[in-house]
């Protein structure tokens, strides 16, 4: 959400267990700024490895932050609920699931699950319904997409439309008769 499209109560985190890659961590933020996530946390030491690679395109580390920390417990604020994003059997289809105004959402490695410790503790847990799995950016897009689509805070403006798109596209919809 755009930072208009955002409640004034809300809060969207996101948790990234032990990712590997930094293509998939530079989308995740590029998708938690258009979003308006609030923060994007991470564990294990993967990524670490890697994130000189990183490709945050629209620097949203600069506004959001990435932080990396041992583990998800404690790391959400009281009100927030825990919510896991995994292909987990008996876990509710996306388009079935109500987001709370404030979520952790907790997403698990590109070759692994999240542990079922923290699946245990979750407040919910959700899957996107596709055949095989979606990469992680991908699944955190969706999400977030899905979590936008739901929401009763919707900026539908064109000046929505007009502070986020690209400096070089200037095209607009003309009656044409």
């Keep these: 959400m755009s930072k208009s499209n955002a409640s004034y109560n809300s809060y969207i985190g996101i948790a990234l267990t032990n990712p590997k890659s930094p293509t998939n961590v530079g989308a995740v933020l590029r998708a938690a700024g258009c979003f308006n996530a609030n923060q994007v946390l991470y564990t294990g030491n993967r990524f670490d490895i890697a994130k000189k690679f990183q490709t945050d395109t629209k620097q949203a580390n600069h506004s959001i932050g990435l932080t990396k920390v041992e583990c998800f417990d404690g790391e959400k604020p009281t009100q927030a609920k825990l919510v896991c994003v995994d292909l987990v059997e008996g876990a509710i289809p996306l ?17 692994g699950s999240i542990n079922q410790e923290t699946i245990s503790k ?16 991908a699944s955190v897009n969706v999400l977030l997409y899905d979590r936008l689509a739901k929401s009763t ?25």
């Design 122 to 137: 979750a407040d919910a847990v959700v899957y996107i319904p596709t055949t095989g799995c979606l990469n992680l950016a």
């Design 95 to 111: 388009m079935d699931f109500e987001h709370p105004e404030q979520a952790l959402y907790v997403f698990g490695p590109e070759d």
């Design 153 to 177: 805070h919707i900026d539908r403006s064109n000046e929505l439309i007009i502070r986020s798109r690209d400096r070089n596209n200037q095209t607009r919809v003309t009656d044409s008769e």
